[in-house]
């Protein structure tokens, strides 16, 4: 169990300063987050060389569910993805022994909503690098972001609902329903994002807009950014936030992240 015991603690160094440099960027630091999950992985190969150890200490699971969360850090998908289904795999087989992990569990089952996110900010910034047409921009909104048709979602759209699922699941959990409700920020974050990506498109990319082309995308446009306020009322994720963190932290994050999505406490109460 050495080298579980190793990959656990450099997988939670590493997670300490994401989080440290994401709210407070500090380019002078030596260390960086994918040293560590790097350093995290090369022990669960390691671990892995004996899985009938791990299996008989009721550790697999747990060794399968860091794998997974250190390919998704490395930007290893398909691996994580893998990963993610031994554990639930382990996971099941350890329920019908009457042994529970309900955090690694919800865990597993939300990482590919949450690979889902961080791959569609990355889409939603490749994509208009290239100055695209509104309607083309339009076309990509709807598939990656958001669909306001009621009988279709976009990508991002749905990965931010199976996170709000499977938080709903572990709503005890105050620390992991907070991640989860953090992660939903983000991809509300990439929506908002994208309102701004498609006013640049209007104003100064497409030039092939008629003056009334260019009205009727501005009209497209106020509409989807209602649809996201709207969403951002009723789901009211920042006032979920304040209520999981009721400390001075929580209340900097709550702040941090209504200045991110432009949202007022009034507007989130």
């Known amino acids: 169990l050495v080298h579980l015991d190793r990959a656990q603690n450099n997988f939670n160094r590493g997670a300490e300063l994401e989080n440290q440099l994401s709210f407070n ?26 899985k009938n150890s791990l299996s008989s200490d009721h550790v697999l699971a747990t060794t399968y569910t860091i794998k997974a969360l250190c ?90 609902e199976k996170v709000a699922n499977v938080q709903a ?11 989860f409700v953090m992660s939903q920020l983000a991809g509300l974050k990439t929506w908002s994002d994208a309102h701004n990506f498609l006013l640049t498109c209007i104003e ?16 497209w446009k106020e ?13 009211k994720p920042v006032r979920k936030l304040r209520r999981l963190m009721r400390n001075e932290q929580g209340r900097e994050l709550a702040q941090w992240w209504s200045a991110r999505l432009g949202v007022t406490e009034d507007e989130d109460e």
């Open 25 to 50: 960027p500090k380019p002078d630091v030596s260390a960086s987050p994918s040293m560590y999950y790097s350093l995290a992985y090369a022990e669960l190969d390691k671990a892995l060389a004996n």
């Open 71 to 160: 390919e998704w850090k490395l930007a290893m998908y398909d691996e994580a993805k893998k990963s993610a289904d031994n554990a639930l795999d382990e996971l099941e087989k350890m329920e019908k022994t009457g042994m529970r992990l309900p955090r690694d569990k919800a865990l597993m089952e939300a990482l590919p909503a949450l690979m889902e996110i961080g791959r569609m900010k990355e889409e939603l910034y490749a994509f208009h690098s290239s100055a695209p047409s509104f309607e083309a921009s339009k076309a990509h909104y709807l598939e990656f972001i958001y669909n306001p048709d009621s009988t279709k979602m976009a990508r991002l759209e749905a990965a931010i």
């Open 169 to 179: 699941t572990v709503a005890t959990n105050e620390e992991l329903s907070a991640y």
């Open 204 to 219: 100064e990319n497409d030039t092939t807009l008629s003056e009334q082309g260019k009205d009727d995308a501005w009209k």
């Open 223 to 235: 509409q989807q950014e209602r649809a996201f306020e709207n969403f951002v009322k009723e789901k």
